[in-house]
């Protein structure tokens, strides 16, 4: 058990990473079914390290205000595991679960940045816009920080013609090849265009359905979630005590409506993307050698 960093047995039992550092497994757990699989498996060389490690993590997420919740009154039964205490009729959220839920999706996120896999970043509420597209962009990805367009995986096919239209057009403004056209069909060209490039901008390149969401508050983005489920898309999404976390595949239940915490998030699903890149493992590897 001391060589295990996470372990999970489904999506709403989860055990804390400083539990299993410690070696320590709960009885409801000590006979697990066969359904139960390892996430991943490395040496702990200093758990004291680790720990404090974990307990920073926690620090900079209290700082960034991710263990405010909302109301009691919204809370959503499948996320009452994640509530620490609620003060002033304000749920407040237990930040080391959250910080284990991290882990885990930030596992999965790595794991994608390894075999290079598209991620597409969702973020259309005002406080999610700019942490969205800036990581989606370090990263040369896919985002959506305008209004989700019904059909965006589910339909994608159509959508694929509308953002290959845009293309084409700004190939062609830059180009030089619109003036072929007269004066006014350029004007409805621009404002068609212009209208595509506000939801469309952010999913340039974008050849075929993404191998992943990442989603700030899956309750407002709930169209997005729900074409991903149906699709078969994994989801990672930022949630808030009002949301219903049983159909997400990587809930990480924190503080959705801060933008300390939403950059804060953003930023951590970004850098474990980059360290499970290809590119970043051969450095890595070169430095140890």
């Given at each position: 058990m001391g060589d295990l960093i996470y372990v999970r047995f489904s999506p709403e039992k989860t055990l804390l990473v400083k539990e299993l550092r410690a070696g320590k497994l709960p009885p409801k757990f000590a006979k697990a079914p066969p359904f139960c699989y390892i996430v991943s498996m490395q040496k702990v060389k200093n758990t004291k390290e680790s720990e404090k490690s974990?307990?920073?993590?926690?620090?900079?997420?209290?700082?960034?205000?991710?263990?405010?919740?909302?109301?009691?009154?919204?809370?959503?039964p499948s996320v009452s595991s994640y509530i620490y205490t609620t003060k002033n009729k304000g749920d407040i959220i237990n930040l080391e679960k959250t910080s284990a839920l991290l882990d885990e999706a930030a596992l999965f996120i790595k794991n994608l940045g390894a075999q290079n896999k598209t991620v597409l970043f969702v973020g259309t509420k005002p406080e999610a816009k700019v942490a969205v597209k800036e990581v989606a962009e370090s990263l040369n990805m896919p985002y959506v920080t305008a209004r989700w367009i019904g059909g965006t995986l589910s339909n994608f096919t159509e959508i694929k013609k509308r953002i290959l239209e845009l293309e084409n057009y700004q190939k062609d403004s830059a180009a030089g090849g619109l003036d072929k056209y007269t004066k006014k069909e350029r004007v409805v060209m621009a404002k068609k265009m212009e209208k595509l490039a506000r939801y469309y901008t952010g999913l340039l390149g974008l050849k075929k359905a993404p191998d992943a969401l990442f989603?700030?508050?899956?309750?407002?983005?709930?169209i997005a979630a729900t074409e991903a489920r149906k699709?078969?898309?994994?989801?990672i999404a930022l949630v808030n005590s009002d949301s219903n976390i049983k159909g997400i595949d990587f809930p990480v239940v924190a503080n959705d409506s801060a933008i300390p915490s939403i950059k804060f998030f953003s930023l951590a699903v970004g850098k474990a993307y980059k360290e499970g890149l290809p590119a970043h493992a051969g450095q890595a590897g070169a430095v140890t050698k």
């Amino acid at each position: 058990m001391g060589d295990l960093i996470y372990v999970r047995f489904s999506p709403e039992k989860t055990l804390l990473v400083k539990e299993l550092r410690a070696g320590k497994l709960p009885p409801k757990f000590a006979k697990a079914p066969p359904f139960c699989y390892i996430v991943s498996m490395q040496k702990v060389k200093n758990t004291k390290e680790s720990e404090k490690s974990d307990e920073a993590i926690v620090e900079e997420m209290f700082k960034a205000g991710a263990h405010y919740g909302y109301s009691k009154t919204r809370r959503h039964p499948s996320v009452s595991s994640y509530i620490y205490t609620t003060k002033n009729k304000g749920d407040i959220i237990n930040l080391e679960k959250t910080s284990a839920l991290l882990d885990e999706a930030a596992l999965f996120i790595k794991n994608l940045g390894a075999q290079n896999k598209t991620v597409l970043f969702v973020g259309t509420k005002p406080e999610a816009k700019v942490a969205v597209k800036e990581v989606a962009e370090s990263l040369n990805m896919p985002y959506v920080t305008a209004r989700w367009i019904g059909g965006t995986l589910s339909n994608f096919t159509e959508i694929k013609k509308r953002i290959l239209e845009l293309e084409n057009y700004q190939k062609d403004s830059a180009a030089g090849g619109l003036d072929k056209y007269t004066k006014k069909e350029r004007v409805v060209m621009a404002k068609k265009m212009e209208k595509l490039a506000r939801y469309y901008t952010g999913l340039l390149g974008l050849k075929k359905a993404p191998d992943a969401l990442f989603i700030i508050d899956a309750k407002s983005e709930h169209i997005a979630a729900t074409e991903a489920r149906k699709s078969g898309i994994p989801v990672i999404a930022l949630v808030n005590s009002d949301s219903n976390i049983k159909g997400i595949d990587f809930p990480v239940v924190a503080n959705d409506s801060a933008i300390p915490s939403i950059k804060f998030f953003s930023l951590a699903v970004g850098k474990a993307y980059k360290e499970g890149l290809p590119a970043h493992a051969g450095q890595a590897g070169a430095v140890t050698k």
